[in-house]
């Protein structure tokens, strides 16, 4: 899957490369955030570029650049962008490398900064938790061996609700399919997340067995709870971080200090994400409130990531 998914990605970053031959030059105007297209990371990209406002530069709205790792890897390290805020390693280590980003085995002008999230956010893969009581089921071997009862298609294998064509657990997933002895029997179903795991809570509530993606933190958390109504059949656990681009990080040793520093706690996302979910309309405009009433609850703290900052701009 690495060598297919490679080659799209390289294509994607040729035409990149050629649209943003001067941006990537252009050093003079506002810092290009971009976001990742997943709703539990809007509020931390705007957390960031408030801040990086905070310390005097002029930045783009993330939301006018919302895209999946692999349309922002390519134009990051071709200098279209100058950062985000949506890193998950090692799952997009990937996107690291010369050979899947451009199709040449180069050094990338790309680099994860500091430690938004250490050691905090679990993905990987769930049933619902009446399968794997009745079924006796605690690993995908389990899941493969009762394949019939998470098929979907009627084609025999189970069917894996799983993520978004682009982002790195896509590709993860495939992967993993085409390497694990219970690979055979499953197969992944891509599409939008969040409508495949409305699907899935939809099944789960009427008693269907369901095979899915997760992540933490996640809307999905608050209503497909582990120990609940769902458990997990294969997991790992990812930093969330920064990823700029190191020309840029050069030119701007304050924002390059910033990102070293910035922590965002793990519960704070989760409360965050929960009261999205739970809203009926949830617009840009709250995104944005959101990300200022966490800087003003950690005004103290934030204040010292600036100082910080500006000591070494």
């Known amino acids: 899957m690495i060598k297919r998914s490679s080659t799209l990605i390289a294509a994607v970053a040729a035409f990149v490369l050629v649209l943003s031959a001067c941006a990537a030059e252009d050093d003079g105007g506002p810092v290009a955030i971009a976001r990742a297209n997943w709703s539990s990371g809007y509020m931390q990209a705007a957390i960031y570029a408030q801040l990086i406002e905070e310390l005097g530069h002029e930045v783009t709205d993330p939301a006018a650049a919302t895209l999946s790792p692999y349309s922002f890897y390519p134009a990051l390290a ?9 890193g998950w390693f090692p799952l997009h280590e990937i996107y690291l490398e010369g050979e899947n980003v451009t199709g040449q085995a180069v050094d990338l002008p790309i680099e994860p900064v500091g430690w938004e999230v250490a050691q905090g956010a679990a993905d990987g893969l769930m049933i619902d938790k009446a399968s794997a009581d009745s079924m006796g ?21 189970a069917d894996l609700f799983g993520c978004n064509v682009g982002w790195g657990c896509e590709v993860a997933i495939n992967e993993m399919i085409a390497d ?33 993606y997760a992540w933490t933190p996640n809307w999905t958390n608050t209503v497909l709870v582990d120990g609940q109504n769902a458990v997990w059949v294969h997991s790992a656990v990812n930093d969330i971080r ?17 990102l070293e520093v910035v922590a965002i706690p793990l519960g704070d996302i989760a ?34 990531w600036l100082a910080s900052a500006r000591a070494s701009g």
């Open 271 to 304: 409360a965050q994400n929960a009261k999205m979910a739970a809203a009926d309309d949830y617009s840009e405009a709250d995104v944005q409130a959101d990300a200022e009433a966490w800087i003003a609850a950690n005004r103290d703290q934030v204040d010292s």
């Open 78 to 86: 071709a200098g279209q962008y100058d950062m985000w805020a949506n």
């Open 242 to 258: 920064a990823v700029a681009n190191t020309n840029f990080l050069d030119r701007n040793p304050d924002i390059h200090r910033l």
């Open 180 to 212: 694990s002895s219970w690979g055979s029997r499953v197969e992944q179903v891509s599409g939008n997340y969040d409508e495949l795991a409305q699907g899935v809570v939809d099944k789960v509530a009427a008693g269907e067995s369901a095979l899915f």
């Open 137 to 157: 089921i605690t690993s995908m071997d389990g899941v493969a061996a009762n394949a019939g009862a998470f098929d979907v298609d009627g084609d025999g294998k």
